[in-house]
C-alpha cells in the first residue's frame, strides 16, 4: 500500500514537469503563430470595414436582409445583440476594439524589433538563445513595459458596458426562452435525482460519489437549454426570414428604380418579401438551423459566440 501510493506520488510531480516542458516547447511556435496571425485578422477587418462604409446604403440594406432571411435562425442571439448594440453603443465598441488593435500592433512591432536584440554581441538574437519560460517571462517583461494600461482599460471597460445593456436588453428578448429552458432542467433534475441518481451512484467508486448530484444537475441544465433554444431557433428563423425578406425586396425596389418609387406606392415589395421569406425559412429548415459547410468553418468565431450568448443569457 505505501509503495503504490510512493509511487502515484511521485508520478504526479513527472507529469507537471513533463507538462510544463511541453508548455515551453510549444511557446515559441505558438507566440511566432499569434504575432503573425494577429496582423493579418486587423488588416482584414479594417479592409472589410472600409467596404462596407463605402457601399451605398441601399446595398447595405439588401446585404443585411438576406443575412437575416436566410441566415437569422442560425445565431438568433448574435443577431438579436448585434441590433441591441447598435441602440446601445456599437460605435463605442469599434472605437475601443480600434484602440485595443493599436495597442496590439505596437506590441508585435516591440516584439519584432525585440527579436533582433543582440545584447552580448555574438551575433545570435538573445531571444533565440534562451529556453521556453525564459521566453514567456521575457515577453511578458515586454507587454507590461510597452503596453499603454490605461488605454486598454478605458477600451475594455467601454466594450463591457456595452456588453452588460446588450446582456440586459437580451433577457428581455428571450425571457419566454430562459423560462422554458429552467422549466425543461428543473423537471430533468427531480427525475434524474429521483430515478438515475441511486443507479450512477451505485457505479460509481465512493470517493467520486459527491460528483454525482453535481454532474447530473449540469447534464439536466444542458439538456434544457438545448430544447429551449432550439424551439427559439425555429421561431427565429421565421421571424428573421419575414423581417430580411421585407428589407430585401424593399432594397431592391429601391435599387431597381433608383429610388424613384417609394415602397408606399406599391403592394409588390410585400408580395417580394413573402417570396423570400418563403425560400429563407426554406434554407434554415432544410438545413437543420445549423451552418452548412464550408461557412460553418468561416464562422466559426461566430458560432462560439452564439454558444455563449446563449450561456450568458440563460445563466
Not at 514537469?17 to 486587423?42: D, W
Not at 446601445?88 to 505596437?106: F, H, N, P, Q, Y
Not at 437549454?225 to 421561431?235: D, E, G, L, R
Request: charged content about 20%.
Amino acid at each position: 500500500m505505501t509503495s503504490s501510493s510512493t509511487s502515484t506520488s511521485s508520478s504526479r510531480p513527472d507529469s507537471h514537469v513533463n507538462k510544463m516542458e511541453l508548455i515551453q516547447q510549444l511557446a515559441r511556435p505558438l507566440l511566432n503563430f499569434i504575432v503573425e496571425s494577429i496582423p493579418i485578422i486587423i488588416s482584414i477587418c479594417h479592409r472589410l470595414y472600409k467596404l462596407y462604409s463605402r457601399l451605398p446604403m441601399e446595398y447595405v440594406q439588401l446585404i443585411i436582409g438576406t443575412v437575416m432571411c436566410f441566415f437569422g435562425g442560425f445565431y438568433p442571439t448574435v443577431f438579436a445583440a448585434l441590433q441591441a448594440a447598435e441602440h446601445g453603443g456599437l460605435s463605442t465598441v469599434r472605437k475601443a476594439l480600434v484602440a485595443l488593435s493599436d495597442e496590439i500592433m505596437i506590441i508585435i512591432e516591440e516584439h519584432k524589433k525585440d527579436d533582433k536584440v543582440d545584447a552580448d554581441g555574438d551575433g545570435v538574437a538573445d531571444a533565440t538563445q534562451i529556453n521556453g519560460r525564459e521566453l514567456i517571462k521575457r515577453k511578458v517583461k515586454l507587454v507590461l513595459t510597452k503596453m499603454n494600461p490605461e488605454k486598454v482599460n478605458d477600451a475594455i471597460a467601454s466594450i463591457y458596458k456595452v456588453w452588460m445593456s446588450v446582456l440586459a436588453v437580451l433577457t428581455i428578448q428571450f425571457a419566454r426562452t430562459i423560462a422554458m429552458a429552467l422549466t425543461i432542467s428543473d423537471f430533468t433534475t427531480k427525475f434524474a435525482n429521483r430515478f438515475l441518481l441511486p443507479i450512477v451512484k451505485a457505479a460509481v467508486p465512493p470517493e467520486y460519489q459527491k460528483w454525482c448530484p453535481v454532474l447530473l444537475d449540469w447534464l439536466c441544465k444542458s439538456i434544457g437549454i438545448s430544447i429551449a433554444w432550439h424551439i427559439q431557433t425555429v421561431i427565429s428563423a421565421f421571424t428573421s426570414a419575414l423581417a430580411g425578406g421585407l428589407i430585401m425586396s424593399r432594397a431592391m425596389l429601391h435599387i431597381s428604380f433608383n429610388g424613384k418609387k417609394k415602397h408606399e406606392d406599391t403592394n409588390a415589395d410585400e408580395i417580394a418579401s413573402y417570396a423570400f421569406a418563403a425560400l429563407g425559412f426554406y434554407f434554415q429548415y432544410y438545413m437543420r438551423f445549423s451552418t452548412p459547410f464550408p461557412l460553418n468553418i468561416i464562422l466559426f468565431p461566430v458560432e462560439l459566440s452564439e454558444y455563449y450568448i446563449r450561456w450568458a443569457v440563460t445563466n
